[in-house]
């Protein structure tokens, strides 16, 4: 056995990484910029939770909740990697100190921790933790396949000229044969972001007709399927619809996701700000005087009602990220500050609530409620992030850097050679398997993955880490940030040019188990064209000496 830190005594746990930080300099290995040994919001019995009971995989080192034993006097941590000999040792005043002592001198792979309250008549077995340690960022080591703007465009131009988008052209309606359609929502907003974006950024004037006929179709086909004035949720437009065949994923007719309309209605924002129609600003105020008639005393709302009666289905609330980001922006942009009571009452719940707890349970339309910290995932944190970082006061960019380390730890794969990738994270057999029988590992990477239930990376995962990584870098200037937004920028160019240079595909993957999901595109494609000029700007210019 080697033994690290044989006797770690009580409160000196905290002080190992960087003693481990000092003997790597004195080596002649520089210290990472990060210290990945400082653990991210550890949790406390009785004082704050422990959010990673589910959480397969780490960078920055752990701490699990284990329960005190009477009369320990303390705990003896061993740390054993899969497959080698080696054993790493400490011991500290309590079962649930984060690893922080070995982490270091652990290599990447798969380990088990085990943990034994150390008493006056012997060692008593505690509990254990298989998990997976992975690699962290080490830079940029390619190139973009296309200029980040210019795939942007491709995927975009691409869109336009499939049946799925392309429909609206020819026959007036969506393409009831891309099963997609089944959430209107998403596809309709998708599709007038979409192509509000190619209309912008075009120089090309018969493709700007095009594009904005596109999207003025798509924008009325959404209105057409809102819930009547005078309705429970009056404005609010339809989650599922009937019309399309039907998809993989499950439909519930009954019901509206409260998320779903606040999105859309940024979408219709989008389209108004090039047309000045203004029945798509009142699209995106109906959608906020509803959400505000509905506003809970917290704050928030539930995250599924019924159409019928605008009733809780659930007990689930919505982490309101979706009603935060269309609040701010009629405020801002549009002067609207009737809304900023509102606004400021769902930011308070998530100031009181997630930022406290770091519970950011998924919110999919295909993905229902589960249990507390069971199936966490990247995007609301990451979009609060986001927002922490444009508002900028320094107790927000602490909070921001915090939920960006959160979503890298549990939802960034930087390496191929990173365990994870090689996990049982689906059934045997199953399309969403991370690896292809045949052709062995298939991912894209670096790239970031959606939500633990969903353990693959997707196009618009990378796109929502980019944005606010790009945040990040303009708050703070820190280089890495804009290293680690270029980094999965440049695996979306890397796939798109895989499949022909068009559509960038959800599934970063040279095996695809599904169609193509066209807001995730879509998001991909306009977070590249966006942010072109800051992406761009990581690499030398080719004609700099």
Same mark, same amino acid.
């Given at each position: ?133 992975? +690699? ?117 007719? !009954? ?56 009733? +809780? ?6 982490? +309101? ?33 997630? *930022? ?52 890298? !730890? ?27 029988? !045949? ?17 693959? +990376? ?21 280089? !890495? ?6 980094? *999965? ?45 800051? *992406? ?10």
């Amino acid at each position: 056995m080697i033994s690290l830190l044989p006797r770690l005594g009580t409160r000196r746990w905290t002080g190992a990484c960087l003693w481990l930080s000092l003997a790597c300099a004195l080596s002649g290995n520089p210290a990472p910029a990060e210290d990945l040994g400082i653990p991210i919001r550890p949790g406390e019995p009785g004082k704050t939770p422990f959010w990673n009971h589910s959480a397969r995989r780490f960078i920055w080192a752990p701490a699990f909740e284990f329960a005190e034993i009477p009369g320990a006097r303390e705990y003896r941590f061993t740390v054993t990697e899969a497959g080698r000999d080696q054993v790493l040792t400490f011991t500290a005043d309590k079962p649930w100190r984060p690893l922080s002592p070995i982490w270091p001198a652990l290599p990447p792979g798969k380990a088990v921790v085990k943990i034994e309250a150390l008493t006056s008549s012997g060692a008593v077995q505690v509990g254990e933790r298989s998990f997976v340690k992975s +690699p962290a960022f080490s830079g940029v080591t390619g190139e973009p396949a296309y200029p980040f703007a210019e795939s942007g465009l491709r995927g975009l131009r691409d869109l336009l000229r499939q049946r799925k988008v392309a429909s609206w052209l020819t026959e007036g309606q969506p393409d009831r044969y891309y099963p997609k359609w089944i959430y209107p929502g998403l596809m309709a907003s998708a599709t007038v972001q979409g192509m509000a974006t190619l209309a912008r950024y075009t120089e090309d004037k018969h493709e700007r007709a095009e594009a904005l006929l596109v999207a003025r179709r798509a924008a009325d086909f959404l209105m057409s399927l809102r819930e009547p004035p005078g309705a429970p949720l009056a404005g609010w437009p339809r989650t599922y619809w009937e019309g399309a065949q039907k998809d993989i994923q499950p439909g519930f007719q !009954d019901q509206i996701m409260s998320t779903s309309p606040a999105e859309a209605a940024r979408a219709y924002l989008d389209l108004y700000d090039l047309t000045r129609e203004p029945a798509d600003l009142g699209f995106a105020t109906g959608v906020a005087d509803t959400l505000v008639r509905l506003q809970r005393p917290n704050g928030t709302w539930p995250l599924w009602l019924e159409r019928a009666t605008g009733r +809780p289905k659930e007990s689930a609330l919505v982490v +309101p990220i979706a009603a935060l980001r269309l609040f701010n922006r009629l405020i801002a942009q549009y002067g609207r500050t009737d809304y900023t009571a509102a606004r400021d009452r769902a930011m308070r719940y998530c100031e009181q609530g997630p *930022l406290q707890t770091m519970r950011w349970d998924a919110q999919f339309e295909d993905t229902r409620p589960k249990e507390a910290f069971r199936n966490l995932s990247h995007r609301e944190p990451v979009l609060m992030a986001t927002l922490l970082f444009q508002r900028g006061a320094p107790g927000d960019i602490a909070q921001a850097e915090e939920l960006l380390r959160f979503a890298e !730890d549990g939802f960034v794969v930087w390496e191929a050679s990173d365990a994870v990738t090689r996990e049982p994270l689906f059934k045997p057999g199953s399309r969403w398997s991370g690896f292809d029988p !045949d052709f062995g590992l298939d991912w894209f990477l670096p790239a970031a993955v959606e939500q633990y239930a969903f353990f693959t +990376p997707l196009n618009s995962s990378s796109a929502d880490l980019i944005e606010a990584w790009l945040a990040g870098y303009k708050a703070t200037g820190r280089r !890495d940030y804009q290293a680690k937004a270029v980094a *999965l920028a440049t695996t979306l160019t890397v796939a798109q040019r895989y499949f022909g240079g068009g559509e960038i595909p959800t599934h970063l993957r040279q095996v695809q188990p599904e169609l193509n999901w066209l807001n995730c595109s879509v998001e991909a494609a306009d977070t590249l064209l966006r942010h072109a000029p800051e *992406l761009q700007a990581y690499f030398p210019s080719p004609d700099a000496k």
